[in-house]
């Protein structure tokens, strides 16, 4: 099983920076592929960012492409997300996710990101 725990939102400008890390427990975490996702108050969750659990494959969604980076240090246990530029549509509450097979299996609590116009 695997425990996951978000940081690093918070109210931000638009154009601005952050940078979200997910911090994973357990001794098998590297071999998960990870994503975020993220969720606005009314709209469905959306699947934002993945990588393969090896590094060097991600995915982005294409409101984000170009903006956001994921990235992972399974030395550490973490996986980041990097989000430049950022817009107000970007404002929602960020999950990090664990994959086992072809499902997201292991959720974080969230973190809030608050882009201010």
């Known amino acids: 099983q695997v425990q996951l725990v978000e940081s690093g939102g918070g109210l931000v400008q638009a154009g601005g920076s952050l940078r979200l890390s997910c911090a994973a427990s357990g001794r098998t975490f590297s071999r998960y592929d990870m994503g975020w996702f993220r969720q606005a108050p009314g709209e469905e969750r959306e699947r934002v960012a993945e990588?393969?659990?090896?590094?060097?494959?991600?995915n982005y969604a294409d409101s984000v492409k170009g903006r956001f980076t994921i990235s992972r240090d399974n030395a550490k246990n973490t996986v980041y997300l990097q989000m430049n530029s950022l817009k107000p549509e970007d404002t929602a509450v960020y999950y990090c996710?664990?994959?086992?097979?072809?499902?997201?299996?292991?959720w974080g609590q969230g973190t809030q990101v608050t882009v201010s116009s």
């Open positions: 996710a664990a994959r086992a097979g072809t499902q997201y299996l292991y």
């Open positions: 990588i393969h659990w090896l590094g060097g494959h991600t």
